[in-house]
C-alpha cells in the first residue's frame, strides 16, 4: 500500500465546477503540501499545510491531522487549471525526504 | 528574477554514455535537489544536497553521481551504470530542507536514451 494515497487519478470538469482532490497518508507528518505540475513538465509550489486551512484566490487546501487527509478545492474552475496536482508529505522527524503521490490529473473544459 | 533553470530541456543520449544535466539557482537557497519521475509514478529522489560540498543519497541514487562545488549549482550525472535512466528529471532547490519550506522546481529535462 501507498503512503500517500491521492483521487481521483483522473478528473474531467466543465469550466465553471466546483472541484475536489483528495490525498490520504498513512504515516505520521509534520507537514504537507500541494503541487502542481503543468503540461510542459514544470512544478509549482501550491501550498505547504501543517495544520487547518489556507486559501490562495481559487484554490483552498484543507488537512485533517488526526483522519491523516487532506483536500486541495478549485473553485469557479478554469480550463487554465488543467494540470496534475501532486500531494507531498513530510514525515515527523524526516529531514526533507518527503513522500509524493502520483498525481491527479485534471482537466478543466470549456 | 529569480528561479531555477535546468537546461537542457531535452536530452538525447546513447546507451552507454554518461550525461549530465545542469540545475542552476540564484535564489541563494543553501538545499538542492534531484527528483525522477516516470509516468504514473511518485517523484523519486535521487540526491539532495543541503550545503556546499555535502551531499545524500535519496531512495533512488544508483547508476546517478552529483557535486556540490558551488551553492548555486548542482549537476547531476546520469552514468551508463543506470540500468533506465529514461525519464523526466526535475532539479529544486528551497531555503532549507524544504519539508518544512517551500521549494522551488525547474522546468526539468527528459532524458531519452536510445
Known amino acids: 500500500k501507498n503512503e500517500v494515497e491521492q483521487s481521483p487519478q483522473n478528473l474531467t470538469a466543465q469550466e465553471g465546477e466546483f472541484i475536489t482532490i483528495n490525498c490520504s497518508y498513512s504515516?505520521?507528518?509534520?507537514?504537507l503540501h500541494w503541487l502542481q505540475q503543468h503540461p510542459g513538465g514544470g512544478i509549482v509550489s501550491l501550498f505547504m499545510?501543517?495544520?487547518g486551512k489556507k486559501k490562495h484566490g481559487r484554490l483552498i487546501a484543507t488537512i485533517n491531522i488526526q483522519e491523516k487527509h487532506s483536500s486541495l478545492h478549485i473553485t469557479a474552475s478554469h480550463p487554465r487549471d488543467s494540470a496534475v496536482y501532486i500531494c507531498a508529505v513530510l514525515s515527523g522527524g524526516s529531514q526533507g525526504n518527503l513522500i509524493f503521490g502520483k498525481g491527479t490529473k485534471l482537466s478543466v473544459k470549456p | 528574477d529569480g528561479g531555477i533553470t535546468q537546461s537542457p530541456k531535452y536530452l538525447f543520449r546513447k546507451e552507454g554514455q554518461n550525461v549530465t544535466l545542469s540545475c542552476e539557482q540564484n535564489l541563494n537557497h543553501d538545499a538542492m535537489y534531484w527528483y525522477r519521475q516516470d509516468p504514473g509514478q511518485g517523484l523519486r529522489l535521487i540526491y539532495y544536497s543541503q550545503i556546499v560540498n555535502d551531499f545524500q543519497k535519496g531512495d533512488i541514487a544508483e547508476g546517478y553521481s552529483v557535486s556540490r562545488e558551488k551553492k548555486e549549482s548542482f549537476p547531476l550525472t546520469v552514468t551508463s551504470a543506470q540500468k533506465n535512466p529514461t525519464a523526466f528529471y526535475l532539479c529544486?532547490?528551497?531555503?532549507?530542507?524544504?519539508?518544512?519550506?517551500?521549494?522551488?522546481f525547474g522546468q526539468g529535462t527528459r532524458l531519452t536514451v536510445v
Open positions: 529544486a532547490s528551497s531555503i532549507w530542507y524544504w519539508g518544512s519550506t517551500e521549494a522551488f
Open positions: 499545510l501543517s495544520s
Open positions: 504515516v505520521g507528518i509534520s507537514a
